[in-house]
């Protein structure tokens, strides 16, 4: 220490150590509860709260509307059905919107699948659960090229499934020869394929092994998503990737392991999908895509990514199964069912960002 | 509180030199810190002090000189292999992932499962476990307003935040804990907590690095400072051998010190 001066006074500063003795906090706001601030509040905690009161509420609606030609377990089991592509090909979508991306190619990926399926057992003669297997594998490859080109080449999501999107409807076009593969040959040779579209009766209402198999696909991911670490990863990927990074998460594996995962939960949408139509036909499921966001958005997930739960997306699917067929039976023309459809996407945005201004 | 100078450095650099092109961020660099001290690091901007951080944290990987920690050689390639060695960091602002709960940001990418079929087989969590123990953390730590392990992150203050920063590392950190502005963008009354926890964590036995611009609380907290300066140390002072207005000016190049 050669040119410096010491210093001896204390350096210890007590010029902020006063704070120590103020009210323990900074500013006080006196905001009185209005029943519209809790009501936000609460929306805010529990984001699953606006879609499940929005489907109570449509429910009691069209019970109301139309009485028990609605609310007959019949009815309501055709509702099931009819949303159980939509549910599965949701929970891929789900997957997906959770890491802050979007999957525009799910439905082309689903119809691929099925094609592969119908011709490996059709035309090859395979066994039918090897063509199965083999249909997930491509449902698996598909998934795996999406999280290629947006991991490695680092496209936005939405322009690579856009372009893979319109690459697998075209290879889909190619393979199947734009052929429909009939339900009696189907039936005939491969039941297996159509098993997710036979029914079980339950008091009246008529389940599929499809339904079922859409269910048990809602609890497994919703365990996975959790009560594993792999999907508090994919959370916190989708919530603030740089600092997932930081906590030592491996955000590319994890983003590459929920596109390979959605690509097989389409390709077992693809199975939902032959069960649900019986014939196999390349132009089936075309508006999967678009439909399965929309149960995600009205499900309360965030498009930004790392918020919302995968039962949403269920509740989702139903409020649009719910509308469509209310509105049908109340002899309501398709065209404004798809309006309401359109209303409820708007809506369902417009809340979210609604509760999401002011109560972070 | 007395530190023994005359011991194995836990961390330690020596000759560490990391180039960008033409510019020299690290220009042969040394840089030692004792078991049980507050080492702060303080620099001008672009005196490369963030450079020096990041190559003790994995961040970075020098072009030439050597790391060692207690007294082993060590090479450190990614965050990941820094954190193994027991070097945790805490960063200004991306320390925590606001969506994820309290008890999921301490435990994020070390999650501890269930014993038994349930961990093994289904690698079920275990969420009591990890509440359990990240409250015990959090109140040991003196973070006693913080009651709800399972309240959103987003949901707390700034520095709350922070300290939930500070006690992961707390909670992980075996050897050296490096704190990069922990205080940049907090209040006062907030920074005196976050502060607090620092002497705390310190207290505990973990040595730290703290890197700040507040010379305030530089002087308070800090036994030694290492002063950077052009990519290099211009000399280690203590908050009792030199003032504020020297340390800035050994800073600025206006004085100058003996390499310590």
Known sequence: MSSVKPNTSTPVLEHDQVADNTAGYVANFSVKESPILRLKKLLHTY????????????????????????????????????????????VAQTLIILTAGIDLSVGAIMVLCSVVMGRMAIDLGLEAWLALALGISVGALAGFINGLLITRLKIPPFIATLGS??????????????????????????????????????????????????????FLIWYALNWTSWGRHVYATGDDPDAARLAGIQTNRILMSVYVLAGIVCAVGAWVLIGRIGSISPQAGYTANL???????????????????????????????????????????????????GILIILAVGVDQWIRRGTA | MSIDYQ?????????????????????????????????????????????LIKALSGALVPDEGEVWLDGQKVVLNTPMEARELGIETVYQNLAVSPALNIADNLYLGREIRKPGFLGKYLRMLDKKAMEHNAKAKMTELGLLTIQNMSQAVESLSGGQRQGVAVARSALFGSKVVIMDEPTAALGVKESRRVLNLIKEVRDRGLPIVLISHNMPHVFEVADRIHIHRLGKCAGIVTPQSHSMSDAVAIMTGAMEIEAA
């Open chain 1, 47 to 90: 984001p699953i709260a606006a879609p499940s009161i929005v489907l109570l509420l449509a429910i009691f609606g069209f019970s109301l509307l139309i009485g028990n030609r609605f609310l007959h377990p019949f009815n309501l089991s055709l509702i099931l059905q009819q949303v159980t592509i939509i549910g599965v090909i949701g």
């Open chain 1, 291 to 341: 439909d399965s966001i929309t149960a995600v958005v009205i499900g309360g997930c965030s498009l930004f990514g790392g918020r919302g739960s995968i039962y949403g997306t269920l509740i989702g699917a139903l409020v649009v199964g719910v509308f469509r067929n209310g509105l049908a039976l109340a002899g309501v023309d398709v065209l404004w069912q798809e309006f309401t459809v």
């Open chain 1, 165 to 218: 999107w319109n690459v697998f409807f075209a290879i889909n076009l190619w393979y199947s020869k734009s052929e429909t593969i009939r339900s009696q040959d189907i039936s005939s040779i491969a039941p297996l394929l159509q098993w997710t579209g036979e029914t079980i009766n339950f008091f009246g209402a008529r389940l599929t092994y499809g339904s079922l198999l859409m269910l048990g696909l809602f």
């Open chain 2, 7 to 51: 011991q194995t450095p836990v961390l330690k650099a020596s000759g560490l030199v990391k180039r960008y092109g033409s510019v020299t961020a690290i220009d042969n660099a040394d840089f030692e810190l004792y078991p049980g001290e507050i080492l702060a690091v303080i620099g001008d901007n672009g005196a490369g002090k963030s450079s």
